[in-house]
C-alpha cells in the first residue's frame, strides 16, 4: 500500500519530506513530483557546485521528475550548509539562481510549482516569498509521524559495511582459496582430503541458483563457507549475472538467466532481452524486500571477502543499492571498487550506465493505493 503524506502548509511540508525521502539530506536538491495535490516519494541530487553547467543541471532534474508517472506539478527543496546572506533589502537564500533555473525548466515543461523551500543550519524559508523570512528549524519536527522509522540519517548513512573479526576473514580467504584452486586445477587438496569448511563450499557450488536463493533466508548470518562459495560466484561474471537477475527477479528467472548464460558462453547464443532488461533496470518492479535481503548478503561477503576479492560483491551492492533508488549509495560502493581496481570492468560499466539512468525506469512508476 502506498502511503499518501498530506501537508497543510510549508512547516509542515518539510516536516514530512525526510519520510518521503528516506533520510535527513545534507547538501542535496530534492524534488518531489506531484499528481494532483498528492507526492508519494521523492528524488534527491547533490547541489550544482564547482563546474556544473547550470542549464544541463536544471533540465536534468526536470527531466526526472517528469518521468515519474502521471507528474503534473512539482516541489522544491534545497538543503545547504550556507547561509543566506543578510542585506539592507532582506535576505537572500542560498542556491536562488540554481532554483530559478530549475523552476523555469519546470514551467517551460508545463509543470506547476507546488512550493521551492530552502533549509540552512539558521532556518528555513521560502524562495516564492517576495521577502524571505527563516522560520525556526524546531517548528519541522512538529510532525508527528507514527511507525515511520527514524530518517535522522543522511543519504549516505548505512552504506559503511559490517565489522567482521579477523578469524572469520581467515575462515572465509582460506575456503575461497582452497575451492578456487580445486576447481580451477591449480593445486587445491583433493575433496576427500580439504576440511569441512571447503567441502561445505563445494557441495553449495553443485547448484549455484539453489545458493544464490538460500544465502536471502539469513542474509547477515551467513556460515564462512557460504560467503565463499558466493564469493567465488561474484567473481565470475557468468555466475554474477544469474545472481544479479535473480536477485532482481525470482529463483525461475535465475535458472532461465543460468541457462542463457551457458547457451552464449557454448555457441555464442543471444541472450533474451528480458534478462538483459533486468540489469538496466527495465521491466517489472523487483521485490523491494528481496532486493534488500541481497543487498545485505553482498554487503556482508565484502566485509569478510579478502581484499583482492572485494570489487565483486562491492560491485553488486553498488547495482542493488542502485536498483533500489538509492544512487548515492551506489556511487559510495563503486568508489570503495576503484580504491581496490581502478579498471574492474562491472564497475565500469555500472558507472557509465548510472551517469546515463540516474535510477532504474521502475523507480519512476508512481505506485497504485
Do not use: N
Not at 33 to 55: C, I, K, N, Q, Y
Not at 91 to 119: T, W
Not at 303 to 311: E, G, K, L, M, V
Amino acid at each position: 500500500m502506498t502511503t499518501v503524506l498530506r501537508a497543510s502548509g510549508s512547516a509542515e511540508f518539510l516536516g514530512i519530506v525526510p519520510s518521503l525521502v528516506g533520510f535527513t539530506p545534507v547538501e542535496s536538491l530534492v524534488l518531489l513530483p506531484f499528481h494532483a495535490s498528492r507526492t508519494t516519494g521523492a528524488m534527491r541530487l547533490d547541489l550544482p557546485r564547482d563546474e556544473v553547467e547550470l542549464d544541463e543541471y536544471a533540465d536534468t532534474a526536470i527531466a526526472l521528475v517528469a518521468r515519474v508517472d502521471r507528474t503534473d506539478a512539482v516541489a522544491v527543496v534545497v538543503y545547504t550548509d550556507d547561509e543566506p546572506v543578510r542585506t539592507p533589502d532582506g535576505i537572500v537564500l542560498p542556491f536562488a539562481v540554481e532554483v530559478e533555473a530549475v523552476l523555469g525548466c519546470a514551467i517551460d515543461a508545463g509543470l506547476r510549482i507546488v512550493d521551492a523551500l530552502c533549509v540552512t543550519p539558521s532556518g528555513w524559508a521560502g524562495y516564492l516569498d517576495e521577502e524571505p523570512e527563516l522560520g525556526d528549524l524546531d517548528d519541522l519536527d512538529g510532525v508527528a509521524m507514527p511507525d515511520m522509522g527514524d530518517f535522522s540519517g543522511d543519504q549516505v548513512s548505512g552504506v559503511g559495511l559490517p565489522t567482521v573479526d579477523l578469524a572469520r576473514s581467515e575462515r572465509v580467504g582460506r575456503t575461497l582459496r582452497d575451492i578456487t584452486a580445486m576447481i580451477d586445477g591449480a593445486g587445491g587438496p583433493e575433496l576427500r582430503d580439504a576440511d569441512p569448511q571447503t567441502i561445505g563450499a563445494v557441495l553449495l557450488l553443485k547448484d549455484v541458483p539453489a545458493l544464490f536463493e538460500s544465502v536471502l533466508a539469513a542474509p547477515e548470518d551467513l556460515p564462512a563457507h557460504a560467503v565463499a562459495a558466493l564469493l567465488w560466484c561474484l567473481d565470475r561474471p557468468l555466475f554474477r549475472d544469474v545472481a544479479l537477475t535473480q536477485w532482481g527477479s525470482d529463483l525461475a528467472g535465475g535458472l532461465r538467466t543460468l541457462d542463457a548464460q551457458l547457451a552464449f558462453a557454448a555457441s555464442g547464443a543471444r541472450i533474451p532481452d528480458d534478462i538483459g532488461d533486468v540489469f538496466l533496470g527495465r521491466g517489472p518492479q523487483p521485490d523491494t524486500e528481496r532486493l534488500r535481503r541481497a543487498l545485505l548478503v553482498a554487503r556482508s561477503a565484502a566485509a569478510a571477502a579478502p581484499r583482492a576479492s572485494r570489487p565483486a560483491p562491492l560491485t553488486a551492492a553498488a547495482w542493488l543499492s542502485w536498483a533500489l533508488g538509492r544512487s548515492s549509495h551506489a556511487a559510495c560502493y563503486l568508489e570503495l571498487v576503484r580504491d581496490i581496481d581502478p579498471r574492474y570492468g562491472l564497475a565500469e560499466l555500472l558507472d557509465s550506465m548510472m551517469s546515463v539512468a540516474v535510477l532504474p525506469e521502475w523507480a519512476f512508476r508512481r505506485a497504485t493505493t
